[in-house]
């Protein structure tokens, strides 16, 4: 029944945002929550910004009807009212463009309603070959705080091309309510149906978003479906003792982590705020090597559906049992794992770093022929390495 009640909920979801999101670019329009264009920016041309209110209203309605009652009413709205908090604050960025630390602010205000109220946080987490540490309430909340405005910063990071983050939240969403149902653990179901109104209210505002796109979510839907598939990763895979409870949500969410964690390093290297613009994303090198819109997108979709079809075969696959393992699934699972390495170092290193830089020494060459071979590498190694880039032609 928790399983028709999740695909249910997935759908209504998917067509409230969808037919919602057209609504919530007039008022965008109507209050001037509109994307400039802007160099190294999405748009190429004025676009609403508010996607994020359509999202926030399809999960919501889903989940007003599906979303568990009874002892779990009180976490239930703590949730709610924390996603309703970081819509509210994303909402106003999107209009007026609030300074780092009142968004900041926001963030972790939406967080610890989740927390405090609903008690969304860790005490044990089971962590492979090391154990099960347990953490005193005050340590556990703490974590879970960083991890859930880690999550919503991450997801909004990597809205920067037309469809990503809608599309990747749609498949990790999916991931994860399979893995949770999997898991039964003592939220599976409530974090379960969460996690699929999650991916359908972010697939029904991607009609509007793929490429061209009509509408950006902005930052009231970026951080709210960080938030949401944050509090997902808590409930449904962190709180049980299942070994793949770590494991499955940094596979899952590897791809927004992985460029998360290399723009902040690159800033924090060369002395920039963390939370700066620059170029240094994925989508963003994609661009340079001449990769449309549209191909980068599917690159990542590609990249992110490896990942979550790797976490969610390890759950599902009868591989081991008991601390007996079975040859032909291991071997199996051992494939899958070479598959996701292999495509993940494709990704990373071939298309991001390699080609680049073949591309660019072959328009440096051809912009400045008297250029030498050794200043061109030079020239090259430092653009990779700082993101600034010098004008050629």
């Known amino acids: 029944m928790r399983h028709l009640d999740a695909l249910l909920a997935f759908f209504v979801a998917t067509a409230a945002a969808a037919l919602l999101t057209p609504l919530a670019g007039r008022v965008a329009r109507r209050v001037g929550a509109m994307a400039e264009p802007s160099e190294g920016g999405l748009a190429r041309e004025k676009t609403p910004q508010l996607g994020g209110l359509a999202i926030f209203a399809g999960a919501m309605l889903a989940a007003a009807i599906w979303m568990p009652e009874g002892r779990d009413a009180t976490a239930t709205r703590a949730i709610l009212a924390g996603a309703a908090v970081i819509t509210l604050v994303g909402t106003i960025d999107d209009i007026f463009e609030l300074a780092p630390v009142l968004k900041l602010t926001g963030q972790i205000g939406a967080a610890l309603i989740a927390v405090v109220i609903g008690n969304v946080k860790v005490v044990d987490l089971t962590i492979p070959f090391l154990g099960t540490p347990h953490f005193a309430h005050w340590v556990g909340g703490l974590l879970t705080v960083i991890w ?209 830089k073949r591309l660019r020494e072959r328009d440096l060459r051809q912009a400045e022929p008297t250029t030498t071979e050794h200043e061109i590498e030079v020239r090259v190694q430092r653009e990779v390495e700082t993101g600034e880039f010098e004008t050629v032609g």
């Not at 839907?221 to 997902?232: E, K, P, R």
């Open 148 to 356: 859930l405005v880690g999550i919503m910063n991450a997801v909004n990071f990597i809205d920067g091309v037309d469809g990503l983050a809608a599309g990747l939240v749609a498949i990790d969403g999916v991931a994860f309510t399979i893995i949770v149902f999997e898991l039964k653990g003592p939220n599976s179901t409530p974090a379960g149906i969460l996690a699929a109104i999650t991916a359908g209210a972010a697939l029904g505002f991607l009609f509007h978003n793929f490429h061209p796109a009509k509408i950006f979510m902005g930052d009231s839907g970026a951080n709210l479906l960080g938030y949401l598939i944050g509090v997902v990763t808590i409930q449904g895979t962190l709180k049980t003792n299942a070994a793949i409870a770590l494991v499955a949500p940094l596979v899952i969410l590897a791809v927004p982590f992985l460029d998360t964690g290399f723009v902040v390093a690159k800033r924090l290297k060369y002395r920039r705020k963390p939370w700066t613009k620059d170029e240094n994303h994925f989508h963003h090198r994609m661009a340079r090597m001449g990769f449309s819109q549209r191909k980068t997108v599917l690159y990542m979709y590609a990249w992110t559906g490896l990942l979550a079809c790797v976490a969610v075969a390890e759950r599902v696959i009868p591989w081991h049992r008991h601390g007996q393992y079975y040859l032909g699934w291991t071997l199996l699972m051992a494939a899958l794992g070479v598959v996701a390495v292999a495509g993940s170092l494709y990704v990373v290193y071939v298309l991001e770093i390699f080609k680049f």
